[in-house]
């Protein structure tokens, strides 16, 4: 019976130590994330929020200064986001490949499809947006596919279910 509840003990201890373990490298993965995306867009992680919706269309990236006096981090996010939709369009994903240390869900179908996908940047009082929309059902998946990956990887706590509006 000792043996037993020993085991179970050593067992019980062991489990817990791969999953602090699991959560101590999913927190230094993602620091690093916010690290590179510091680098890669230009702007602090911690001073903005950004969200990513799924739309019935397509999808939209928004990022906002979180002070609405900060002006640069606002400005930074205007140029990054104009910049990122130009290089979306031509089907450069090299941002999100650098941010994210990987290649994204949805890139390559969304590099193939780039001409039946538009990205339009449209500028916010807090920063800006990137609205994404396409009529083809294959580069629509693609996109939902990217923008989940994004909910989950800058962990938003935005819905990753498609809505009607971007609003």
């Known amino acids: 019976m000792k043996i037993k509840a020993i085991l179970t003990v050593l067992l019980l201890t062991s489990a817990l130590q791969a ?39 397509g999808g939209a990236i928004q990022v906002n200064a979180n002070d609405p006096k900060d002006d640069a981090t606002r400005d930074h996010i205007r140029m990054h986001l ?21 290649t994204p869900p949805g890139v390559p179908t969304m590099k193939k499809l780039h001409d039946e996908i538009h990205y339009r940047y449209q500028q916010t009082d807090a920063g800006g947006k990137i609205l994404i929309d396409t009529n083809n059902p294959k580069a629509l998946d693609a996109v939902h596919e990217f923008l989940r990956f994004q909910i989950t990887e800058h962990r938003t706590g935005d819905s990753t279910e498609v809505t009607d509006s971007n609003h």
């Open 19 to 57: 999953q602090q373990s699991n959560t101590q490298t999913q927190q230094q993965q993602h620091a690093e994330m916010m690290k590179r995306g510091d680098a890669g867009m230009g702007f602090s992680q911690a001073k903005t929020t950004h969200h990513f919706l799924l739309l019935k269309d």
């Open 82 to 102: 104009t910049h990122v939709a130009q290089m979306f369009s031509a089907g450069n994903f090299d941002v999100p490949m650098f941010i994210h240390d990987t």
